[in-house]
């Protein structure tokens, strides 16, 4: 096929956005794409491997659970996959004990030794809050009022510090609000509908979506902005501010890494336990055996994981988000809003925190509106419809 055609475009990044991006616009519209992506595989961070050793399938770049009230997306994704059922369910390695996360009437009755029923612990627990806090205006404050001093500093204020770098008071109220605060007896640490695992990996996952003949795939092929020349449109999906070459600044990242070891047997009983002591410098570990109740393995494989400022050879993460990442983000919109012929989707190019199934609802949506501009031949939207 003739590259410049209306038909080919260039799709920069082998995740999930770009994956569902190609299939929709193959699929819905005839589309055919070129889809490159700088590393040795597809999938990105979600990237899954069969480890040599103990045959476990390990989460390569860290742990992902898929976990959605949208039922379209869980769809979709079945549609490629055969989900192994999987709750995630999370515990807290405190100097009091090993307590259930998120914090639940068992974490509650637990922590404080009492019997309480849900009406006596919503009570208790309300009894607790820091009532002076009107409008919590950072994430100490939102935890103080609706937790108490006890739980905040047991649970959250060791593992946020060490997780951003940064004391809580310096983070926005918003990252509390996702961690939910049960009065039964619920450990589930999702609340979505849908919840599961690919059994066989999400590589695999994604290379079923990106298996069309419509769609190539190139490994190992950075990005140059001169490619876009031989493309009638380009969806990039990587760093917006490296595609600008940080002219404006670096957007501030959280990146992790992990000391992996080999053992035999079961190293801890469960796949994600989290360490909220500042006496220890990791976060959390991670036992991936776990994550594939289905399967059986002799041998396991752990993850110890530890959080850091992500610096130029960094992989990123997790956006900060602070006030000078939003001005910095403001002005990459604004450059970018001035060209023609180039989309900016997924959670790198828009610099939010999403999850999968926001990143796939996300392509999904967007796919049906960039057919349906390039249809009537106006200009798409340079970024999916969200919030700045």
Not at 240 to 255: C, K, P, Q, V
């Given at each position: 096929m003739t590259r410049n055609s209306s038909s080919h475009v260039l799709i920069v990044g082998a995740g999930f956005s770009g994956a569902v991006l190609a299939r929709e616009l193959a699929e819905k519209a005839g589309i055919s794409s070129l889809v490159i992506d700088q590393r040795d595989h597809i999938g990105g961070n979600c990237h899954t491997a069969r480890d040599h050793e103990t045959?476990?399938?390990?989460?390569?770049?860290?742990?992902?659970?898929?976990?959605?009230?949208?039922?379209?997306?869980?769809?979709?994704?079945?549609?490629?996959?055969?989900?192994?059922?999987?709750?995630?369910?999370?515990?807290?390695?405190?100097?009091?004990?090993?307590?259930?996360?998120?914090?639940?009437?068992?974490?509650?009755?637990?922590?404080?030794?009492?019997r309480l029923n849900p009406s006596e612990a919503r009570a208790f627990v309300g009894s607790l809050g820091d009532q002076t806090i009107k409008e919590p205006a950072n994430f100490e404050e939102q935890a103080l009022k609706f937790l108490g001093r006890d739980l905040y500093e047991a649970f959250f204020y060791g593992y946020t510090k060490k997780q951003w770098g940064c004391e809580p008071r310096e983070l926005p109220?918003?990252?509390?609000?996702?961690?939910?605060?049960?009065?039964?007896?619920?450990?589930?640490?999702?609340?979505?509908?849908?919840?599961?695992?690919?059994?066989?990996?999400?590589?695999?996952?994604?290379?079923?979506?990106?298996?069309?003949?419509?769609?190539?795939?190139k490994l190992n092929t950075p990005f140059e902005r001169t490619m876009q020349s031989e493309f009638s449109h380009t969806f990039f999906t990587g760093p917006?501010?490296?595609?600008?070459?940080?002219?404006?600044?670096?957007?501030?990242?959280?990146?992790v890494f992990?000391?992996?070891?080999?053992?035999?047997?079961?190293?801890?009983?469960?796949?994600?336990?989290?360490?909220?002591?500042?006496?220890?410098?990791?976060?959390?570990?991670?036992?991936?055996?776990?994550?594939?109740?289905?399967?059986?393995?002799?041998?396991?494989?752990?993850?110890?994981?530890?959080?850091?400022?992500?610096?130029?050879?960094?992989?990123?993460?997790?956006?900060?988000?602070?006030?000078?990442?939003?001005?910095?983000?403001?002005?990459?919109?604004?450059l970018a809003e001035e060209l023609n012929g180039i989309s900016f989707l997924g959670r790198l190019a828009t610099y939010r925190y999403m999850d999968m199934h926001h990143v796939i609802g996300e392509a999904l949506e967007y796919s049906k509106a960039w057919i349906q501009c390039n249809q009537a031949e106006t200009k798409p939207p340079v970024f999916p419809n969200q919030e700045s």
């Open positions: 045959g476990v399938m390990e989460h390569v770049y860290g742990p992902h659970i898929f976990n959605t009230s949208n039922k379209e997306v869980w769809d979709y994704v079945q549609r490629f996959c055969t989900m192994g059922p999987y709750i995630n369910r999370v515990k807290a390695n405190i100097d009091r004990g090993v307590f259930s996360m998120p914090i639940n009437l068992h974490t509650i009755n637990q922590f404080f030794g009492k109220a918003a990252i509390l609000k996702r961690l939910p605060v049960r009065f039964n007896y619920d450990d589930n640490y999702y609340s979505s509908k849908y919840q599961g695992i690919p059994q066989e990996g999400y590589t695999a996952l994604i290379e079923s979506i990106f298996d069309h003949p419509m769609i190539e795939v917006i501010d490296e595609y600008f070459g940080f002219s404006e600044g670096r957007l501030g990242y959280r990146t992990w000391e992996k070891k080999t053992t035999e047997g079961d190293f801890q009983g469960n796949a994600v336990i989290n360490y909220p002591s500042m006496d220890v410098s990791h976060t959390r570990i991670h036992e991936h055996k776990h994550f594939a109740p289905w399967e059986e393995h002799e041998k396991t494989i752990v993850f110890t994981e530890f959080s850091k400022e992500t610096g130029a050879e960094d992989i990123p993460y997790y956006p900060k988000r602070l006030d000078r990442d939003k001005g910095l983000l403001l002005r990459y919109r604004a």
